[in-house]
Nanobody
Framework: QVQLVESGGDLVQPGGSLRLSCAAA????????LAWYRQAPGKTRELVAS???????YYPDSVKGRFAIRVDTVKKTQFLQMTDLRPEDTAVYYC???????????WGQGIQVTVSS
């Protein structure tokens, strides 16, 4: 039903910034949460940003103050704004939409972010 298409991944130097985009095609049913996850080689998937249906944001300590989740409801696109990037931020990043009523989840295809000098 819903497709999420990510864009904006790139190679960036330490201290640099990137904005990832996640555009949704199709209609989300009922209230939903938005989130971004990342997975580095040999590591488990970790949550790096989320926004509840009520607009409350969450960030783990590893990215707090550096990452921010935003949404454009008209264009049905969510963004992950990343600043002061560090090599340990290198990972494949996935956007996520979680429908609260039925529990359905939709995932972006994943996009590489590499932080290196």
């Amino acid at each position: 039903q819903v497709q999420l298409v990510e864009s904006g991944g790139d190679l960036v130097q330490p201290g640099g910034s990137l904005r990832l985009s996640c555009a949704a095609a199709g209609s989300i049913s009922g209230p939903y949460n938005l989130a971004w996850y990342r997975q580095a080689p040999g590591k488990t998937r970790e949550l790096v940003a989320s926004m509840s249906n009520l607009g409350a944001d969450y960030y783990p300590d590893s990215v707090k103050g550096r990452f921010a989740i935003r949404v454009d409801t008209v264009k049905k696109t969510q963004f992950l704004q990343m600043t002061d990037l560090r090599p340990e931020d290198t990972a494949v990043y996935y956007c996520n939409v979680h429908e609260l009523w039925g529990g359905a989840e939709y995932w972006g295809q994943g996009i590489q972010v590499t932080v290196s000098s």
